[in-house]
C-alpha cells in the first residue's frame, strides 16, 4: 500500500439546498426557502479523500483557516443560484509540519493540490519539488512551472492559457485538462467517456487522485490518465465534490482492457492546445 503526503489549501463545501417559488419584493432575484444544508470537505481535503478510496495512506498537511464555498441550490431545478466564498488570509506551511510528516511516514510519492490562497508560495512550491526525488504530482494555479524529471503537472485549460511560456515543464510532464474535449499530454488528446454532467466540482480532485494512484502501481503514464479521464466521469455525474467509493474503483478496473483506448494523436502539445482554443473560445 502506498503512502502519500498530501499538501495544499483545503476548504470546506457547503451546500444550503432549498425551493424557489417567488422573486423579491425587494430585487427581482428568486427566495430560496431552504430545505436542508450539505457539508463536504473540498480542495485538497478532496484529493486525499479519493486518494484514501483507492487506499493508498495519506497525511494532508493544509492550512489552519478556515475556508468556506457556499453554493445556494434549487433543488426543484438543480441549478445554483450564487456562490458565496468566504477565504481569510492563510498562513503559509511551516518546515516544521513537513519535516514532522516526513517522519511519520515515508511517503511514496508527494501530491500538491495548490489553490493559490496563500498556503504555499512559488518558493515552498520549487523547494518541495527539489529536495524529494520521488513522484511529485502538482495541481496549482500558479504561471510559473519548470521541469523536474520526477515532477508531474496537472492542470485545466483555463490554467494552461495563463502560463508563463518562459517556464513550463516538457511536455511528457504536462498534463492538461479540456474539459468535455477531454485530456492533453505529450501530443495526444484522451477523448472523454460520454456522460450527463450533473457537477464539474472536485472532478480535478478526482482526476489527480486516480493519476496517482495509477502511476505509483504502474509507472505508465498513459495508462494512469486514461483511468484518471474515466475516474473524472464518474465524479461529474454526482452534484457537488465527490469522491469515490469502492463500487466506482471495481467499475473503473472492470472496464480495463490493457489497452488506452479512444486517444488520438497530435502534433506537439502546445499546438494541439492553440488547435483547441482557436476552435472553442
Known sequence: MANVIVIGDKCTDKYVFGETTRLSPEQPVPVLDQTRIEERPGMAANTELNLKAFGINTVLLSQREQITKTRFIDTNSGYQLMRLDETPEVGRIANAELKMAMMHMNPDAIVISDY???YLNDDDLWNLCHNFNRPVFV???????????????KINKKEYDLLDRDHMPNNT???????????MWNGLVFQPQLVKVFD???AGDTFLAALVYEFLKTSNMQKSIDLANRAAAISVTHPGAYYLNKQDIESLYGGIDGQTNSQQSGSDAHEIAGLVKRTYM
Open 116 to 118: 493559490d490562497k496563500g
Open 200 to 202: 464539474v466540482c472536485g
Open 139 to 153: 495541481d496549482t494555479k500558479k504561471r510559473s512551472l519548470f521541469h523536474k524529471d520526477n515532477v508531474f503537472w
Open 173 to 183: 510532464h504536462l498534463i492538461v485538462t479540456l474539459g468535455s474535449r477531454g485530456v
